[in-house]
């Protein structure tokens, strides 16, 4: 279903993608583009590149960051695009078809393996989802044993991955280097008291056993002493099973779990129906941002954390 998709699109881009395009003012000098997967790390790129790069953000903010169908106007966004940043480990492969298929010799940098990657666990999936991923291969899902793509939500791991950008970005502009570099410091420090903050507030919950959504919060959980009793939804954005259903809510009995979440870029219905089976408060937790409200890469973890504060005091 993709790949017609794809092809039908490369025709667009063909027709459209003429470099010297009239509406475009001429004396402007062509900055370098830099495509990047999704907000938090395109709020990160962005703020690094200063006004040296033309960095674009490719998932419209809303939307979950597993298997997104990017539209016609979407591919000619990223046409010509330089450097293309991705989370990796497969999860948002398909902004990577996306912005090959616009700039065929574009440079694809994953972040989360430069970031001390981690795979998920047992834990975040469960035996039954273990099970259905076993018998049903070729699904994206996010079984135990495979390496966790979601490391944007640690603010540590952030961090390293503002030294990866600062060097790919030079490499795009050795000119602007120092810039790159001295605005990466910059975030850099603000993450670090994104961090501080966040590692104050824990140290006051009560609570510690949580059961989210889908399995986007490893590295926040494990940055911040929390436990994950189970996730909901071990294939993000398809509907669990019965008997999934039936495992989680055992989980959550046998655990002690203190609340659940849903995610708003993903139906919240399974979330609700185990959180009134087990009698729990069920929040929301956002693992992407960019909306009204979590418009920057801190007031998005800071919005989590506040969430946190209330569901686990
Ligand atoms: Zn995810």
Same mark, same amino acid.
């Given at each position: 279903m993709f790949r017609p998709l794809l092809l039908s699109l490369l025709g667009l881009v063909a027709l459209s993608g003429c470099p010297k395009d009239k509406d475009k003012p001429t004396d402007a000098v062509a900055k370098p583009r830099v495509a990047v997967s999704i907000f938090p790390l395109h709020d990160i790129a962005k703020r690094v590149a200063g006004d040296r790069l033309d960095?674009?953000?490719?998932?419209?903010?809303?939307?979950?960051?597993?298997?997104?169908?990017?539209?016609?106007k979407e591919v000619a966004?990223?046409?010509?695009?330089?450097l293309v940043v991705l989370a990796g480990f497969s999860m948002d492969e398909w902004a990577e078809k996306l912005v090959k298929t616009a700039s065929p010799n574009v440079t694809s940098l994953e972040l989360a393996p430069k970031c001390q990657p981690q795979a998920f666990t047992q834990d975040h999936v469960g035996e039954a989802?273990?099970?259905?991923? +076993?018998?049903?291969?070729?699904?994206? !899902?996010? &079984? #135990?044993? @495979?390496m966790d793509p979601h490391f944007w939500l640690d603010p540590v791991r952030m961090q390293t991955a503002i030294d990866v950008l600062v060097t790919e970005f030079t490499r795009l502009d050795a000119a602007s280097a120092e810039g790159f570099k001295t605005r990466g410091e910059e975030v850099k420090k603000s993450l670090a008291a994104l961090h501080a903050d966040l590692d104050a507030s824990q140290k006051k919950w009560t609570k510690r056993k949580v059961v989210t959504f889908h399995a986007s919060m490893g590295y926040?959980?494990?940055?911040?002493?929390?436990?994950?009793? +189970?996730?909901?939804?071990?294939?993000? !954005?398809? &509907? #669990?099973? @019965?008997?999934?259903?039936?495992?989680?809510?055992?989980?959550?009995?046998?655990t002690g779990a203190a609340a659940l979440f849903s995610e708003p870029q993903l139906d919240r219905a399974p979330a609700r129906t185990v959180?009134?089976?087990?009698?729990?408060?069920?929040?929301?937790l956002d693992p992407v941002g960019g909306t009204p409200g979590v418009e920057s890469y801190e007031k998005l973890l800071r919005s989590n954390a506040a969430v946190l504060?209330?569901?686990?005091?």
């Open positions: 960095v674009v953000l490719i998932l419209p903010p809303g939307k979950s960051e597993h298997g997104y169908e990017p539209t016609p966004r990223v046409a010509d695009s330089k989802a273990a099970a259905e991923v +076993a018998k049903d291969d070729g699904d994206e !899902g996010e &079984e #135990p044993g @495979a926040f959980i494990g940055r911040y002493n929390l436990e994950l009793a +189970a996730v909901i939804e071990p294939f993000p !954005g398809r &509907e #669990p099973t @019965a008997k999934y259903m039936a495992e989680v809510l055992e989980a959550v009995k046998k959180a009134d089976q087990a009698k729990l408060p069920l929040f929301e504060e209330k569901a686990l005091q």
